[in-house]
């Protein structure tokens, strides 16, 4: 499907940002002066890596499925709200329609999107939807931002394969802020020809945000500007401190999305027992693969299919992570029923074309510098920095130039799904949750990510940048346009 607007011109470019906005605004922008990064600091520095949650939990709290609602006609207010933590523990924070993680908005392939989004915020705000392929009015780009009061419509069809992805905030200089104090949620792209496969589904698939975030002495989420990154104090899924969840002796599917702005997770069972990785960014990958372990970034997703079948009832597992050296936990799987396993993992799951580097018509190298600038330079909204012509097969080199620190970055592209064929220096690895398609990819000190890319869908004015979301803040974006 090919957009039926013209391809956005320079001058066009340039007049959108003079106006502030795109037609389908209503309400006012608060600011220009984002337009170029305005850090507080020039010299950010990270926090050091805080202690978390390790099995000290005496009572866990019970995990919590947002409530999942269509994406036709729906209203969408980013708002104060007061923030359930799990186990009787609230906070002052911000919702999406009163939760976090907002609504699950689910849909099939070729469903029409038509999303209100009402701005209840004492500040300005616009969504992203991070893995969409929609167009560039509808992608969130921080020149569509509104202000308070103000709102935003969303119309555009799903022209894409099944898999999750998720909403999120994108004004510039204060995504961090907005996603930390609570405003995320996931949508999720069905495919009726997949119920084939008899994966795991209702009551055993099981989507799952999994983010810190920092608490202050009196147990209150608190964001703390003027860093390069912003890891937490505590862990949640789902917005539940210490989750507990009973389960079936059968297999689960597990789709999980790091919701972090900093924190990398790499993901175990307590009791070593080996998973099926199915799918991650863009859907299902090619074929299952059994893993012991998964690295996730910020903003990646994985999907996962674990069994309790055998299990003892009364059996406790945990979905752990590490941390320099910790361990902590998500997410308390507790054996409850017998039942006869049901649901399947089929070793093959879909069919991938695959890219070749032979048939890029051109090269592009990235360089990811500190934590504010891009190829030398930070962010400016007045700034397009790159065409990309439509229906191009490109190789794009993606380089962490922080080889003295610790500090990555998980690199995101609007607008497209790509392949990641190489790593270089660092872990010099390609990994088996980076196979398939995927819309970010973590860049860990002196490594150089290769990927393929096609843009094959709309023209317009899209977004590179990293999803260390102080990062983001702080100017390490790009705008390009697909023209």
């Known amino acids: 499907m090919s957009s039926d607007r013209r391809p956005t011109t320079r001058r066009d470019f340039l007049r959108a940002t003079a106006a502030a906005?795109?037609?389908?605004?209503?309400?006012?922008?608060?600011?220009?002066?984002?337009?170029?990064?305005?850090?507080?600091?020039?010299?950010?520095?990270?926090?050091?890596?805080?202690l978390l949650d390790v099995s000290s939990a005496s009572t866990r709290a019970p995990l919590r499925m947002p409530a999942t609602v269509a994406p036709t006609g729906l209203t969408l207010t980013a708002a104060p709200a007061t923030l359930d933590l799990g186990g009787g523990a609230t906070s002052p924070g911000y919702g999406f329609n009163g939760g976090w993680p907002g609504p699950i908005i689910r849909a099939n392939v070729g469903d029409a999107v038509s999303v209100q989004l009402q701005n209840g915020l004492p500040e300005g705000t616009i969504v992203h939807w991070h893995g969409l392929v929609v167009p560039h009015l509808a992608d969130g780009h921080p020149m569509q931002e509104v202000g308070p009061g103000g709102a935003?419509?969303?119309?555009?069809?799903?022209?894409?394969?099944?898999?999750?992805?998720w909403y999120h905030p994108h004004p510039h200089q204060r995504t961090g802020r907005q996603v930390h104090?609570?405003?995320a949620g996931l949508f999720i792209i069905d495919d009726p020809a997949d119920a084939a496969l008899q994966l795991p589904s209702g009551p055993y698939e099981l989507p799952l945000v999994i983010r810190d975030g920092r608490l202050d002495a009196t147990g209150q989420l608190e964001y703390l500007d003027g860093t390069s990154g912003h890891p937490g104090n505590a862990v949640f899924c789902n917005g539940v401190r210490d989750a507990t969840v009973n389960v079936d002796t059968t297999r689960y599917r597990l789709r999980i999305l790091n919701a972090c702005?900093?924190?990398v997770f790499t993901l175990r069972l307590s009791n070593g027992a080996s998973m099926s990785l199915i799918g991650n960014d863009g859907g299902l990958l090619a074929n299952r693969i059994t893993v012991s372990s998964v690295t996730v970034g910020p903003a990646e997703r994985v999907d996962l299919v674990v069994s309790f079948a055998g299990r003892p009832v009364g059996t406790k597992i945990m979905l752990t992570s590490t941390s320099g050296g910790t361990t902590f936990n998500l997410l308390e799987f507790v054996?409850?029923?017998?039942?006869?396993?049901?649901?399947?993992?089929?070793?093959?799951?879909?069919?991938?074309?695959?890219y070749q580097r032979a048939d890029a018509v051109r090269t592009r190298s990235f360089s990811f510098d500190g934590a504010m600038r891009i190829n030398g330079v930070p962010y400016s909204m007045s700034r397009l920095d790159f065409q990309v012509p439509l229906g191009d097969l490109e190789l794009w080199r993606l380089t962490n130039a922080n080889t003295n620190t610790g500090v990555n970055?998980?690199?995101h592209v609007h607008e497209a799904h790509f392949q990641v064929i190489s790593r270089t220096g660092?872990?010099?690895?390609?990994?088996?949750?980076?196979?398939?398609?995927?819309?970010?990819?973590?860049?860990?000190?002196r490594e150089t990510v290769e990927i393929l890319i096609k843009f094959e869908q709309y023209r317009g004015l899209y977004l590179l940048h990293c999803h260390r979301l102080e990062h983001e803040d702080m100017g390490m974006m790009s705008n390009f346009e697909v023209v």
């Open 181 to 183: 104090q609570g405003l």
């Open 335 to 354: 054996v409850t029923r017998v039942v006869s396993p049901s649901g399947q993992v089929p070793a093959v799951l879909s069919s991938i074309p695959r």
């Open 21 to 50: 906005g795109g037609a389908l605004t209503l309400g006012s922008l608060p600011f220009l002066a984002g337009c170029e990064n305005t850090s507080p600091s020039s010299t950010p520095i990270d926090f050091p890596d805080p």
């Open 409 to 411: 970055h998980p690199v």
């Open 152 to 165: 935003y419509s969303y119309h555009f069809p799903l022209v894409q394969r099944a898999g999750m992805h």
């Open 426 to 445: 660092g872990r010099n690895s390609v990994f088996p949750w980076e196979g398939g398609w995927k819309d970010t990819v973590l860049l860990e000190p």
């Open 261 to 263: 702005n900093t924190r």
